[in-house]
Every structure is written in C-alpha cells, then in structure tokens.
C-alpha cells in the first residue's frame, strides 16, 4: 500500500484498552470495546515534516498498534476470528497526539472532543508494515521515548480486548472500508511534550525492531489563528 494516508476514508481508535493507562488517567474500565474518530487530514506520513502544537495546547503522545484494512467488513461476528483477521491488510505505528487540556474540558462539560484528537498532524504514522513482519499482533512490544528518554514499552498482550473482538464491535457500529485505519489503544506512560522535543516510537517482535515501524518527529508550535480557550 503505497500511502496510507491518501487511502483511509476514516481513522476508528480505540479507546482504554490497557488496563494500566486506564489507571494512569482516572477513567473507567469499559466494559466493551468504545471508539472515536480522528479525520484522515490528522495522518502525518513518514518524513512528511513536525508535529505541530497548537497555540495553549497540552501536547500528549500515545504510541498505538495501527491496523491498516484490507478489505471491507460489516457486521462481523464476534466469534469469527478467522475473518476479523484476514480483513487485515497489514500494519503500522500511530501517536495518537491529544490535546490534554482540550480534551479534559470538554469531558467535564459533555461536550464532543473531536478537535482535542484532530489536529494536523495529530497522527503521525510509521511506514506500512507487511503482515508477514508481525506474525502475531498480540505479541508486539510498542515503545516509545520523548528526547531518547523510554516513555512508553509494553506488549500488545496487555489489550483488554484483542484485535478480532475490536474489528467486530466497530463493524457492528459502522462499516470499516478498505484503506481505514484502526487505532488499538495505548499502553501506560502516557504524558507530554513540547516545543523542541524529538518524541521517537516503534514496535518490537521477539526483541527486534520492525525497521518499517520506526517514526521520529520534532515538536513545533503550529503558529496560526488557533487558541485554545475555555468553551
């Protein structure tokens, strides 16, 4: 797949499914799987340039096991493994960048965060990864280090739900399409950044680097007319 970006139609992610970054954020243990959307325009490709912090925002970093589809898929059984993980057509490393205190504040008052997760340059993506480099999306090791400082590193075993039980719930909700992209979720260690720092992420199978996996990007102010003020 030669651009990611200019193939998802939509970006579904995946929210709480690591118990400790659960915990690390004081929210509560989802009994199902539940999901938000980041636009596509979000998507910062391979050396496509910084990250941008908006003017006011609480930068945070999320590294994610990315799954990139293959196929369409509506209304999946939850039982049909099989399927779920064939409509993969193979991978890739997001940060899922949140505007913190965007977010936060729109949760206190029930109101849609969408604009908290859909910044440019919001999700920075790795190069796709072929399926055969992951034989096994549930045994990754996802790391992440802010200015060579190892912020984020755990195993996708640690999902609360795994990757066939996600593919299904979302299809129930709305038909994933080919070229989507899906978000699984992060593990603990969450936190911020600012201008200047260089954030680094990639993925490990048997303790090696997936070479495709890598990303580096530097923080940059966005500049512009954005704000961030009180809703």
Not at 129 to 140: E, G, R
Request: with cysteine.
């Amino acid at each position: 797949m030669t651009s990611i970006r200019a193939n998802a139609r939509k970006v579904v992610c995946i929210g709480r499914n690591y118990a400790d970054h659960i915990t690390e954020l004081n929210n509560a243990r989802p009994k199902q799987p539940f999901f938000f959307l980041k636009p596509s325009s979000s998507i910062l490709p391979p050396a496509s340039g910084p990250v941008l912090r908006p003017t006011g925002v609480i930068l945070h970093y999320e590294v994610e096991l990315a799954l990139i589809m293959g196929k369409t898929l509506r209304d999946l059984d939850v039982k049909d493994r099989q399927g779920a993980m064939d409509a993969i057509d193979g991978y890739a490393v997001g940060i899922d960048m949140t505007a913190r205190n965007v977010q936060d504040e729109a949760k206190k008052k029930g109101l849609p965060w969408s604009i908290a997760k859909g910044f440019d340059t919001f999700l920075p993506l790795s190069n796709y990864i072929p399926k055969t480099a992951i034989p096994d999306p549930q045994n990754a090791e996802l790391w992440l280090s802010v200015n060579d400082e190892m912020r984020q590193n755990d195993s996708t075993q640690l999902m609360l739900f795994p990757i066939p039980r996600i593919l299904a719930e979302i299809s129930q909700s709305m038909t994933l399409e080919q070229g989507d992209v899906v978000l699984t979720g992060t593990p603990k260690g969450v936190g911020s950044v600012v201008v200047g720092d260089v954030v680094r992420a990639g993925l490990r199978v048997d303790g090696k680097d997936v070479a495709e996996g890598m990303i580096e990007v530097r923080v940059e102010e966005r500049g512009g007319p954005y704000v961030y003020t009180e809703t």
